[in-house]
């Protein structure tokens, strides 16, 4: 087969329909999660968090409340912009047009029926309503006067038709009179239509009917008579709210033109009788509104009811964005609404913002509690976990000059697992493995032997137990001081590590404020601060060493993590005392536990936050007493001194 000249390929780019855009940027669920954590840890619940990751945004798309400023942003060029009296106005100038041109050819005639004739113009009520109603039996002497006359009549009729029925204005334009027959015979069925559907009879035959005979006027190609009524009441709703915006004397004479209609008043009633059937069928729709037009830009009817349409979708969209109603999700949002008031470029930031939260839901980074809420699950502890440890590890190697390892132990029992050799490791190599790999690369074409590539190494582990307390502060000045998130941060690190690393060893969560708890992770990443006077320490020494008690086989660490020296001590009966400056019973109560713990020959370190001279010469103290260490970390540096000092204590 001939090969087709290349001049006459023709090719046609276009959209890319077929499921997600392929060029499109990747979710980056870690940052996302980072995010999320962080207002977590600073006590936020998982779901504001969530929410607020999404009002926020993310590094290539904007967040919802951008989106929300843009809505308000056009909504309040829209009524910045434009007025609601367009209709009048045009009517005014044509009245006027008409009472020059017939006053003008009186003139000419010296006649007592042209004074006559003057006489009534000049005596025609103020309001132009009531001027054109007057006017409907006067027989004009100009042409052009009772042109400019009839043209209001048309314009009024079209307007009023514009109003509820999408296209009739320009359709409308030169109406005969047969053309305004079948407007009045079509509202007569609609009425029908809607009188039989309100007393419950079954009008899908009837429907049918009307669509065949009138469905010309309905554009949009409503399936059933719920339809209709649903696009009909939309648009009635926002022409009332067009009246309710205008002043008492502005739509008085809306209503009194309204009459005028094509020159016959039946069909402003039939439209009154359309409106009353709508609202007693959809109540719910807004029929009470208003917004305050000041511009300078009159708009007529059709286009002040359509404004008004506008104005109604952007604050339903406003309420979608929000995202602040029972139930709210992402994919409440109208995104064919979205690109029709802010853009294309808007409809793709926030379906990417929907798919990010339906992403976060997929891979099982939340869980609901038993009381309903949602929490994070542990997976997502694990991923943040992760995080904290590298951003931990980086500062580690920063400031030492060291490098991850992979090694899980200093003494070299082999743990099954293998993996690919890093510079620097001195494990024995595993064999098979390793020529394996270099079986398969040749395989591919490559022609080597061997390669550094190919080679795998025999992963070993420190068999050596270790029971771990980690004791943190949790009175009211961590969170006053800014020393809240780096103390989880902290903690989850020490917990990332030991459950990946050292999964032998057995960390314990406690934290002290007026009282000592054991935690679980979760439960500590999600803690809220609270007013609380009190550093227990006796109190969480006293479950740490009941931790060490239970590991008689493991090495006993003690970290402990404040800001303040202590101030409470826990009573036989439960009850825990307060007292500031501490005093000599919570002291000697604390002092007592310290030594207890002291004789399970446990490491302890104590990492000192803050430049309180009182609580320093207190660790000092103690710590020379028990033989530990006195560490005094910037917040930043927390959790790399923490998890420093692990690793040490194990070595």
Same mark, same amino acid.
């Given at each position: 087969?001939?090969?087709?000249?290349?001049?006459?390929?023709?090719?046609?780019?276009?959209?890319?329909?077929?499921?997600?855009?392929?060029?499109?940027?990747?979710?980056?669920?870690?940052?996302?999660?980072?995010?999320?954590?962080?207002?977590?840890?600073?006590?936020?619940?998982?779901?504001?968090?969530?929410?607020?990751?999404?009002?926020?945004?993310?590094?290539?798309?904007?967040?919802?409340?951008?989106?929300?400023?843009?809505?308000?942003?056009?909504?309040?060029?829209?009524? /910045?912009?434009?007025?609601?009296?367009?209709?009048?106005? !045009?009517? @005014? &100038? %044509? =009245?006027? *047009?008409? $009472?020059?041109?017939? +006053?003008?050819?009186?003139?000419?005639?010296?006649?007592?029926?042209?004074?006559?004739?003057?006489?009534?113009?000049?005596?025609?009520?103020?309001?132009?309503?009531?001027?054109?109603?007057?006017?409907?039996?006067?027989?004009? /002497?100009?042409?052009?006067?009772?042109?400019?006359?009839? !043209?209001? @009549? &048309? %314009? =009024?009729? *079209?307007? $009023?038709?514009?109003? +509820?029925?999408?296209?009739?204005?320009?359709?409308?334009?030169?109406?005969?009179?047969?053309?305004?027959?079948?407007?009045?015979?079509?509202?007569?069925?609609?009425?029908?239509?809607?009188?039989?559907?309100?007393?419950?009879?079954?009008?899908?035959?009837?429907?049918?009917?009307?669509?065949?005979?009138?469905?010309?006027?309905?554009?949009?190609?409503?399936?059933?008579?719920?339809?209709?009524?649903?696009?009909?009441?939309?648009?009635?709703?926002?022409?009332?709210?067009?009246?309710?915006?205008?002043?008492?004397?502005?739509?008085?004479?809306?209503?009194?033109?309204?009459?005028?209609?094509?020159?016959?008043?039946?069909?402003?009633?039939?439209?009154?009788?359309?409106?009353?059937?709508?609202?007693?069928?959809?109540?719910?729709?807004?029929?009470?509104?208003?917004?305050?037009?000041?511009?300078?830009?009159?708009?007529?009817?059709?286009?002040?009811?359509?404004?008004?349409?506008?104005?109604?979708?952007?604050?339903?969209?406003?309420?979608?964005?929000?995202?602040?109603?029972?139930?709210?999700?992402?994919?409440?949002?109208?995104?064919?609404?979205?690109?029709?008031?802010?853009?294309?470029?808007?409809?793709?930031?926030?379906?990417?913002?929907?798919?990010?939260?339906?992403?976060?839901?997929?891979?099982?980074?939340?869980?609901?509690?038993?009381?309903?809420?949602?929490?994070?699950?542990?997976?997502?502890?694990?991923?943040?976990?992760?995080?904290?440890?590298?951003?931990?590890?980086?500062?580690?190697?920063?400031?030492?000059?060291?490098?991850?390892?992979?090694?899980?132990?200093?003494?070299?029992?082999?743990?099954?697992?293998?993996?690919?050799?890093?510079?620097?490791?001195?494990?024995?190599?595993?064999?098979?493995?390793?020529?394996?790999?270099?079986?398969?690369?040749?395989?591919?074409?490559?022609?080597?032997?061997?390669?550094?590539?190919?080679?795998?190494?025999?992963?070993?582990?420190?068999?050596?137990?270790?029971?771990?307390?980690?004791?943190?502060?949790?009175?009211?000045?961590?969170?006053?001081?800014?020393?809240?998130?780096?103390?989880?941060?902290?903690?989850?690190?020490?917990?990332?590590?030991?459950?990946?690393?050292?999964?032998?060893?057995?960390?314990?969560?406690?934290?002290?404020?007026?009282?000592?708890?054991?935690?679980?992770?979760?439960?500590?990443?999600?803690?809220?601060?609270?007013?609380?006077?009190?550093?227990?320490?006796?109190?969480?020494?006293?479950?740490?060493?009941?931790?060490?008690?239970?590991?008689?086989?493991?090495?006993?660490?003690?970290?402990?993590?404040?800001?303040?020296?202590?101030?409470?001590?826990?009573?036989?009966?439960?009850?825990?005392?307060?007292?500031?400056?501490?005093?000599?019973?919570?002291?000697?109560?604390?002092?007592?536990?310290?030594?207890?713990?002291?004789?399970?020959?446990?490491?302890?370190?104590?990492?000192?936050?803050?430049?309180?001279?009182?609580?320093?010469?207190?660790?000092?103290?103690?710590?020379?007493?028990?033989?530990?260490?006195?560490?005094?970390?910037?917040?930043?540096?927390?959790?790399?001194?923490?998890?420093?000092?692990?690793?040490?204590?194990?070595?």
């Amino acid at each position: 087969m001939e090969s087709v000249p290349r001049r006459d390929r023709h090719v046609q780019y276009g959209p890319y329909v077929d499921g997600p855009d392929p060029l499109a940027p990747p979710f980056d669920l870690r940052a996302a999660m980072d995010e999320i954590g962080r207002d977590v840890m600073e006590g936020a619940s998982p779901r504001s968090a969530l929410q607020e990751l999404l009002r926020r945004g993310t590094e290539n798309r904007r967040g919802l409340d951008e989106l929300t400023r843009q809505v308000w942003e056009r909504r309040s060029r829209l009524q /910045r912009e434009n007025r609601l009296d367009g209709t009048l106005q !045009e009517v @005014r &100038e %044509l =009245l006027q *047009r008409a $009472l020059d041109a017939e +006053r003008e050819s009186l003139a000419r005639d010296d006649g007592d029926d042209a004074r006559f004739r003057e006489m009534q113009l000049d005596a025609l009520p103020s309001d132009t309503g009531g001027a054109v109603r007057e006017l409907d039996q006067y027989q004009w /002497r100009s042409a052009d006067a009772r042109e400019a006359y009839e !043209e209001i @009549r &048309e %314009l =009024l009729g *079209r307007e $009023l038709l514009d109003q +509820r029925f999408q296209g009739m204005k320009q359709a409308m334009e030169g109406a005969t009179p047969e053309d305004v027959e079948r407007i009045r015979e079509m509202l007569d069925d609609l009425n029908g239509l809607l009188a039989a559907h309100a007393a419950g009879q079954d009008t899908q035959q009837q429907f049918g009917e009307f669509m065949q005979k009138h469905g010309e006027f309905f554009p949009e190609d409503p399936q059933n008579t719920g339809e209709l009524i649903d696009l009909l009441a939309a648009r009635a709703a926002a022409a009332q709210r067009m009246l309710n915006s205008m002043s008492a004397e502005q739509r008085a004479e809306l209503m009194e033109l309204a009459q005028q209609a094509f020159g016959d008043p039946r069909l402003a009633q039939s439209l009154a009788q359309l409106d009353a059937q709508l609202q007693g069928l959809r109540p719910g729709e807004d029929w009470e509104g208003q917004g305050r037009f000041r511009g300078d830009n009159p708009l007529g009817m059709g286009e002040a009811t359509r404004a008004m349409e506008q104005l109604g979708q952007l604050d339903a969209l406003a309420e979608q964005l929000a995202q602040s109603y029972p139930g709210a999700r992402m994919e409440d949002i109208d995104l064919d609404a979205i690109a029709e008031h802010l853009g294309e470029e808007a409809r793709v930031d926030a379906r990417a913002l929907a798919e990010l939260e339906r992403e976060l839901q997929r891979q099982g980074l939340f869980e609901r509690a038993p009381d309903g809420s949602l929490q994070l699950s542990p997976k997502a502890l694990r991923r943040l976990g992760e995080s904290a440890l590298r951003d931990v590890v980086d500062r580690i190697g920063a400031r030492r000059g060291e490098r991850e390892t992979h090694r899980s132990g200093a003494s070299g029992e082999a743990t099954g697992a293998t993996r690919p050799w890093a510079f620097g490791d001195t494990e024995a190599w595993n064999v098979p493995r390793t020529m394996l790999n270099a079986q398969l690369r040749r395989a591919g074409g490559d022609e080597r032997r061997l390669d550094v590539t190919d080679v795998e190494i025999v992963e070993t582990e420190q068999r050596t137990r270790a029971a771990v307390a980690l004791c943190v502060d949790t009175s009211w000045s961590m969170v006053q001081d800014g020393r809240w998130v780096p103390m989880k941060r902290t903690a989850l690190a020490l917990h990332q590590l030991i459950s990946t690393r050292f999964r032998g060893d057995d960390l314990k969560l406690i934290t002290f404020g007026r009282h000592a708890r054991t935690v679980e992770l979760g439960e500590l990443v999600g803690l809220e601060g609270a007013w609380e006077q009190g550093t227990n320490l006796h109190h969480a020494l006293l479950l740490a060493g009941r931790h060490l008690r239970r590991n008689p086989d493991a090495q006993p660490v003690v970290l402990v993590v404040t800001d303040g020296e202590p101030t409470a001590h826990l009573e036989s009966d439960g009850n825990a005392v307060f007292d500031y400056p501490p005093s000599r019973e919570t002291l000697q109560a604390t002092v007592g536990e310290l030594d207890r713990i002291t004789g399970l020959r446990a490491n302890f370190t104590f990492f000192v936050l803050g430049d309180d001279p009182r609580l320093a010469a207190f660790v000092d103290g103690i710590a020379r007493r028990c033989g530990g260490r006195v560490v005094a970390p910037t917040l930043d540096g927390l959790g790399a001194e923490v998890v420093a000092d692990y690793l040490r204590t194990r070595r």
